[in-house]
């Protein structure tokens, strides 16, 4: 084979210069927000400590035709995380606590696990928790269904495993900070909504901030929330998460602007705690978290950078400061929209310089000439036990193939009879065979390592198939899943949710219609003892087969 460069070139984008800012440069990216009678938000950006943009679209209430404007309150979704980091921190510097305390000193009700939490685990999202969304949607309540603090401190009090090792990875979990608001409770024996007001939220000037888990109140100049379910037709949302600490404080544009201002130009009684508050960590392995104490801390092409965004019912928002640039975005709606990052990273554009340097990383390979059989050894279907998913690698053309669940293939280019360089992609991916292990392993420009097992799928039998049926209980969500066998098919069944098809990926790997991955264990005769199950961030939580149909 003739020598092949694989050219790995950074996209380009244009950034405006400052002196070409204009009003109309970011009115014009909120167009959808200025048709009659919908709902919208408020934007609010201010650079070197000038307002440079200002505006409210839309309507807070559809029905009383209630104009959004500046002072608008909205749901801020998880950008309320960093208040409650914030807490956290203050009392860190009273000597009331240490982040690096483990959780059970100030939640005694919470199970020893095999690895310590710590406070900071909690911040950083790092502590192998299960995040209560998911926990509660596996444990068969439904969207609608109010969920309070005090559910989800009983459930977690029941967990007896963790998704993985404290501070081995980062998984963003809403259990965290839900404990987290407990802590600052119990420390400081108050309630956690008139803590957080007294000492953080006042002293800050941010008089129409507060904390609301409460949604049957009515708060006068506060938004309703909406989704689009026509072109133009409008629908409320009810926010029945009654949950505080990882979510539910309220606010507005110009509070949010106060507050985000002390992340460049901080008052000197302030700075300890907004340089904690930055406080970044490696992972066990050595790995970057750019997740902070409850914000994250990164660049947006080569610009540093404080943010975080919220998205609870129908409300979204963006908090972005660029501190080094005096550069403060702040975007709040009462709808929900996939385009505010968007829009929001076009806004940074138009007063951002591109400090990134463009990488043109040319990687030359001589690809080794190999016979088909060497190449055909390779072909099957491979697994990763830790995402739950299969590669398929197949011989065509003379040619190894890398193909993903999407029929999307690459090209692998040998450079050994084991290792393979990944074409058709920007950026180095080396593939490893090894042999004596049927493993292959995906290795990265990083050096981070996927590792993927060869297996073979054979078409379940009628006895395997029925193996898998049965009533399963999981004690740590107290309720239960039934498999059945019909027509050759699986289906699950749940009280709340009813029936679902089922579907084998490999032997004793089951797919629940997309919704979560099952892994069956059997005994040493081949009995199905019970599943561990996984689903976005909830990893194998076991459920005890209870009953054979």
């Known amino acids: 084979m003739k020598q092949i460069t694989l050219c790995c070139i950074a996209l380009f984008i244009a950034f405006s210069a400052v002196g070409q800012n204009s009003k109309n440069d970011i009115d014009g990216l909120f167009s959808e927000w200025k048709k009659p009678n919908n709902p919208g938000g408020v934007v609010m950006v201010t650079h070197k400590n000038q307002i440079i943009f200002s505006h409210a679209y839309g309507l807070a209430n559809i029905p009383y035709r209630i104009p959004n404007d500046k002072e608008t309150i909205f749901n801020v979704g998880s950008i309320s995380k960093q208040f409650t980091a914030m807490g956290i921190v203050l009392l860190q510097l009273e000597g ?63 967990q007896v495993d963790l998704n993985f090792e404290p501070g081995s990875e980062y998984m963003y979990s809403n259990s965290g900070y839900i404990l987290l608001a407990k802590i600052i409770e119990n420390v400081t024996k108050q309630d956690f909504k008139s803590w957080m007001k007294e000492n953080i939220f006042l002293p800050f000037q941010m008089n129409a901030t507060f904390i609301e888990e409460d949604c049957s109140k009515l708060i006068s100049n506060t938004a309703v929330s909406y989704t689009e379910i026509e072109p133009s037709v ?24 106060k507050w985000a201002k002390n992340f460049y130009e901080t008052p000197k009684e302030w700075q300890t705690a907004f340089t904690m508050l930055e406080t970044l960590e490696v992972l066990n392995s050595g790995r970057k978290n750019n997740y902070a104490f409850g914000i994250f801390v ?60 463009a990488k043109k990383e040319e990687i030359a390979i001589n690809p080794v000439k190999l016979n088909s059989e060497v190449l055909k050894k390779h072909e099957g279907l491979y697994w990763n036990d830790t995402d739950n998913y299969s590669r398929k690698i197949y011989f065509e053309n003379d040619t190894l193939w890398y193909l993903r669940s999407n029929n999307k293939k690459s090209p692998l280019l040998p450079i050994s009879e084991t290792e393979f360089q990944m074409g058709g992609i920007n950026e180095k991916l080396v593939i490893k065979f090894e042999d004596h292990s049927n493993t292959m392993k995906l290795i990265s420009s990083d050096n981070s390592i996927l590792k993927f097992k060869k297996y073979e799928y054979n078409v379940p ?23 059945s066998l019909k027509d050759g098919k699986l289906y699950g069944y749940h009280s709340r949710f009813g029936e679902f098809e089922i ?8 797919d629940w219609s997309g919704m979560s991955i099952s892994k069956h264990i059997r005994d040493k005769k081949g009995n199905v003892l019970g599943f561990k199950i996984t689903l976005n961030r909830i990893r194998n939580l076991w459920f005890e087969k209870k009953q054979t149909l």
Not at 235 to 244: A, G, P, Q, R, V
Not at 469 to 482: D, K
Request: with cysteine; net charge negative; charged share 25%.
């Open 96 to 158: 009331k606590l240490s982040v690096d305390d483990a959780i059970q000193k100030y939640l005694p009700e919470m199970p020893q696990f095999k690895q310590t939490i710590t406070i900071r685990h909690l911040l950083h999202h790092t502590s192998g928790l299960r995040s209560s969304p998911e926990l509660f949607g596996l444990a068969g309540w439904r969207d609608g269904d109010a969920i309070t603090n005090e559910d989800v401190y009983r459930y977690l009090a029941k």
């Open 234 to 257: 409008f629908k409320t949302i009810e926010n029945n998460d009654l949950t505080y600490g990882a979510s539910n404080v309220y606010s507005t544009s110009t509070d949010l602007l």
């Open 298 to 357: 990164d660049d947006f092409f080569g610009n540093r950078r404080v943010q975080h965004t919220g998205a609870i019912a129908g409300f979204r928002s963006i908090l972005y400061c660029y501190p080094d640039e005096d550069l403060e975005i702040v975007i709040l709606s009462n709808f929900t929209s996939n385009q505010l990052f968007k829009i929001a990273d076009q806004i940074s554009q138009l007063f951002l310089d591109n400090k990134s340097i």
């Open 461 to 483: 039998t009628p006895k395997e198939l029925k193996s898998y049926t049965g009533t399963y209980y999981s004690p740590e969500l107290e309720t239960s899943y039934t498999i």
């Open 503 to 510: 579907r084998i990926l490999k032997k004793d790997v089951l």
